[in-house]
């Protein structure tokens, strides 16, 4: 880590000086622009709101005057006169329409807005027609009846915007009345172009007139729209937004859209002109509006950002003296806090090696299967691992405790001679169910004081077993391997010495041959024994044919067997199963011969098989001497063979059902017997199908 000099802590300090004075102006001068932008938009919507106002009123004003000049057009008592007297006597037209001719075009004369007018009977015969007009099929009203559809007379009623060639009009629709009696109608044209004065204003986007129930749009620019959505711009924008209004409402109050908004400006104002169901609205451009109120406040703006970076400055000259003391602080305590941090990373890798030796050192003294308990000088228990509190658990009471495990608090006898002798001490202890324990105590000796000790228990049950079992084992070998030796031997010997026939020469041999495959069978019998027991024989298990493997078996003996008979009791189909055929075959070749040695006066041995779902049974059943029952559950033990006094059958050392057993045990099956004395016994065998 590198440590930064007196040159570089004053450039930081100095940079953190003017950036911090510069931020907070900054700050300052947002928040002051923020309200102030807010108080403007506020103030500048409700300006806009009184600019409309006016224009409101002011086009109210100019159809006020345009309905007054209507009413004037046929206040003449004269041409009502004439006109009542036209309804009574139609007779009179010529001089009628010669009339009002003359009195329009003067009326039409000394009138600025109105260009043209077109004067009707109330069958809608025309009577006079004066100055620029538009055919009957561009009026207001169907001839014959009121404009407003009612039958009541109505001074005035305007239309919407009629365009034709080019030109844009608006027409007035004034009842001639008589006493409250209609007895004609004015049709006054007249250019909304009068209005565009009104309407011009740059302070907006855009202002328009406009109609709910026609499409068109007139600008304060002298343009107009015949059909919605025609323009582009901010003319668009408008066109939309007077789409989604909802403009039947019987009001004159300014209206804005949106109808809610914070204190800015809104989009769009707009309002009904007095005397019409016209429309007026101003479209205002909120990011034109920022920037017409950033050019007004933007002196101010500078001003402050202006003042932050002097102060910044001026701080930093104040403050420059404390700087150089800082500095060497800061140097110094830089200096310390890179020695410091080596001696905390130090520390730290210390202590996590400690740590890791810890945890390896606590799993390995909690797998480890013997039972270790350390005790301290007087024989209290300081730590004991997993296999250590199981013991205490499995031989609870006064009888194991201060031997098998240590009483806490207290030294034993063992506890004092090892003390005593200073030397590891060791005792072998026999418990129940024939389970035998090694003790060890080791000291643990400190600056030549011996500071507590190690008492561990070792289960040496499995040893002593296998050391019996190899003695057995032994002598059992010995034992039934004598027999044939000695016959083989008294033989051959006989025959070298004394002079024997051919026949006695071949009934000799026949008895070596014999006993050798005796011996031969007891020896493969054992070795198999021991190398699937010892896991050294792999299994190739494959599809098989139960069926089939049986067959097999019992051909191997049907051509030796005089005193027996064999019935198959198998069906044609069975499932096939995965097994390992060699191994099967042993199996069976096992039982069936056992059932025809224990069954020397003959006899059936039935051979027999049946499936279920889930698995199949083979059973071999012979008519022999039986089995004793207490015998039953013995007879798949190594070296065990039954005992029964004269019927003994020579031969064998008892590994032929423990092979079985096992072979059988390996493809996740069951053996068992039922058998009952003098009646014969049936092995059962049970393999899954799964």
């Known amino acids: 880590m590198s440590v930064l000099n007196a040159t570089q802590i004053r450039t930081r300090v100095t940079i953190l000086f003017v950036v911090t004075i510069l931020s907070i102006g900054l700050i300052v001068s947002a928040v002051a622009f923020g309200i102030l932008l807010r108080t403007y938009m506020a103030t500048s919507a409700e300006q806009y709101r009184q600019h409309l106002k006016s224009k409101q009123t002011a086009l109210g004003n100019c159809l006020q005057h345009l309905t007054e000049q209507a009413i004037q057009m ?32 003067h009326a039409l004369k000394h009138s600025r807005m109105i260009d043209g007018i077109v004067r009707i009977d109330l069958d809608g015969k025309v009577i006079a027609n004066v100055g620029s007009t538009f055919p009957s099929t561009f009026w207001p009203y169907a001839p014959g009846t009121t404009p407003d559809g009612s039958g009541a007379p109505v001074s005035v009623v305007y239309s919407g915007l009629i365009s034709e060639e080019g030109q844009l009009h608006l027409i007035a629709v004034s009842s001639i009345t008589l006493e409250t009696k209609i007895i004609g109608y004015d049709i006054l044209f007249f250019s909304p172009i009068h209005f565009l004065d009104i309407l011009q204003d740059s302070s907006v986007a855009a202002t328009a007139l406009f109609h709910p129930d026609y ?4 600008w304060a620019d002298g343009t107009y729209s015949s059909t919605r959505y025609s323009a582009d711009g901010q003319h668009a924008k408008v066109e939309k937004i007077i789409s989604t209004l909802d403009l039947h409402q019987d009001t004159e109050a300014v209206q804005s859209w949106p109808t809610t908004f914070d204190a800015g400006q809104p989009n769009f104002i707009y309002a009904r002109i007095p005397g019409s169901t016209w429309y007026i609205g101003s479209y205002i451009d909120k990011p034109q509006t920022f920037w017409i109120m950033l050019r007004e406040h933007i002196a101010i703006l500078l001003t402050t950002l202006g003042l932050s970076f002097v102060g910044g400055i001026l701080c930093y000259l104040a403050l420059r003296p404390l700087t150089r003391r800082i500095i060497t602080l800061a140097s110094r305590l830089e200096l310390a806090n890179v020695n410091l941090e080596e001696k905390v990373h130090e520390r730290r890798l210390v202590e996590a090696d400690l740590h890791l030796s810890e945890e390896q050192w606590v799993n390995t003294f909690t797998s480890i299967e013997d039972a270790i308990f350390v005790l301290d000088a007087d ?16 031989y609870p009471g006064a009888k194991y405790t201060g031997t098998l495990i240590p009483r806490h608090g207290e030294r034993s006898e063992l506890f004092k001679k090892m003390q005593a002798q200073k030397t590891s001490i060791k005792q072998v202890f026999d418990a129940p169910a024939d389970t035998s324990f090694s003790i060890t105590l080791t000291p643990i000796i400190i600056n030549q004081q011996i500071t507590g000790a190690v008492h561990l228990v070792r289960d040496i049950t499995d040893e002593i077993r296998g050391e019996k079992v190899k003695s057995e084992m032994l002598a059992a070998v010995s034992h039934e391997i004598r027999t ?22 071949q009934e000799y041999l026949q008895i070596i041959q014999r006993e050798m495959n005796r011996m031969s069978e007891l020896m493969n019998d054992f070795l198999d024994l021991q190398r ?16 089939e493997l049986l067959r097999e078996s ?46 020397p006066k003959g006899g059936a041995i039935t051979i027999g098989a049946r499936s279920t779902p889930r698995s199949i049974f083979v059973w071999i059943q012979d008519e022999g001497f039986g089995i ?21 059958i020579a031969g064998g050392l008892g590994l032929g059902l423990a092979l079985v057993k096992e072979i059988v045990e390996a493809h996740k099956g069951k053996v068992w017997v039922e058998s009952k004395e003098d009646q014969g016994s049936t092995f059962f065998v049970e393999l899954p199908r799964d």
Do not use: W
């Open 74 to 105: 046929h206040s003449c008592n004269t041409c009502c006169t004439l006109l009542d007297s036209y309804c009574d006597n139609p007779a009179c037209m010529e001089t009628l329409q010669h009339d009002n001719i003359k009195t329009l075009a």
């Open 215 to 218: 499409p068109a749009i007139i």
């Open 379 to 394: 024989g209290k228990i300081i730590k004991q691992n997993s296999a250590a509190r199981n013991l205490s658990s499995a």
């Open 484 to 505: 044939p030796i000695t016959a083989i031997m008294g033989f051959v010997e006989f025959m070298q010495t004394t002079e024997v026939t051919a026949e006695q020469r």
């Open 532 to 547: 699937l027991q010892s896991s050294m024989q792999e299994y190739n298990f494959s599809e098989a044919n139960l069926a």
């Open 554 to 599: 019992a051909e191997l003996y049907a051509m030796t067997l005089h005193k027996h008979s064999l019935v198959m009791q198998v069906p044609e189909h069975l499932p096939s199963i995965k097994v390992d055929a060699e191994r099967m075959l042993r199996v069976f070749s096992n039982l069936i011969s056992n059932a025809i040695k224990y069954s």
């Open 628 to 648: 004793p029952p207490q015998s039953q559950t013995k007879i798949f033990n190594r070296f065990y063979r039954v005992n029964d006094g004269d019927r003994r």
